[in-house]
């Protein structure tokens, strides 16, 4: 097992772009890359440069949040030790769930009533805590990475 991140928790950039996948599509070479362009995607859509309708809106919102998710994770999970055995089995799990809760969330919606509206809305509150729980993780964790970094970054030049 490789440890994702090694790069972030503990200075080094060594290693191959594999290894420094996104905890949750491990093993997918240039995940980092496919999550960064979904995070690019929200440039156009967000600023209202693209004409979209709901359902589109809804779509690269989702598809946003998948990628900041994974980039919001890449210091917790590489600190805390969280990680798991890379294969394609859970690469594709978890391609699978990305694009299962994109259709999910359309059938819901158009489904309408007061329990799609419930259970929605309740989906976006927990949501909504878990992305400020990673941010929260990242600002407690990101000062003893970074002094990390600059003291290994002394060490090596000192040698």
Do not use: D
Request: some cysteine.
């Amino acid at each position: 097992m490789r440890r994702c991140l090694r790069w972030c928790a503990a200075g080094s950039t060594a290693g191959p772009p594999e290894e420094r996948c996104c905890p949750f599509a491990s093993g997918v070479p240039g995940s980092l890359w496919i999550h960064g362009l979904l995070l690019l995607v929200m440039v156009p859509f967000g600023y209202h440069l693209v004409p979209q309708n709901g359902v589109l809106r809804t779509l690269t919102g989702q598809l946003f949040a998948v990628g900041l998710v994974c980039y919001l994770s890449l210091l917790p999970t590489a600190r805390l030790s969280f990680w798991w055995k890379h294969s394609k089995r859970m690469s594709l799990a978890y391609a699978v769930c990305v694009l299962g809760s994109l259709v999910i969330v359309q059938c819901a919606v158009h489904a309408g009533g007061r329990v799609a509206g419930a259970v929605l809305a309740w989906l976006g509150l927990v949501g909504l805590i878990a992305l400020a729980a990673l941010a929260i993780a990242n600002l407690v964790l990101l000062p003893p990475a970074i002094r990390r970094v600059i003291r290994s970054a002394r060490v090596s030049v000192a040698s």
